[in-house]
């Protein structure tokens, strides 16, 4: 089994920042990629930004020169810097990552998500 430990959320003003990390731990081979999600209210959870083992990252359109996301293979972390944030920020933000555990077997799995609020 493995979890997900998501931090960093919070209540900031539009033009503000958040650093958003998540730790995973359990039965982990390997991590083939990690990324953050987000879902609004009354909205679908869409990928935000997903970096995977290789080195390569996406991001949503709406968060490019924005968002900087970041791995830490060596904790199994990874990391959502949010600059200039805006009000369409606002949303729960959920942990992603696609695991090879120690049955040989890859799983995705998913953190409990973390609040992020953007307002005046």
């Known amino acids: 089994q493995v979890q997900l430990v998501e931090s960093g959320g919070g209540l900031v003003q539009p033009g503000g920042s958040l650093r958003l990390s998540c730790a995973a731990s359990g039965s982990i081979i390997s991590i083939n990629h990690m990324g953050w999600y987000r879902q609004a209210p009354g909205k679908e959870r869409e990928l935000v930004a997903l970096?995977?083992?290789?080195?390569?990252?996406n991001y949503v359109d709406s968060v490019k020169g924005r968002f900087t996301i970041s791995r830490d293979n060596a904790k199994n972390t990874v990391y959502l810097q949010m600059n200039s944030l805006e009000a369409e920020d606002t949303a729960a933000y959920y942990c992603?990552?696609?695991?090879?555990?120690?049955?040989?077997?890859?799983?995705?799995?998913w953190g409990q998500g973390t609040q992020v609020t953007v307002s005046s």
């Open positions: 992603n990552a696609y695991v090879l555990g120690r049955d040989g077997v890859n799983r995705n799995y």
């Open positions: 970096a995977r083992r290789g080195g390569s990252i």
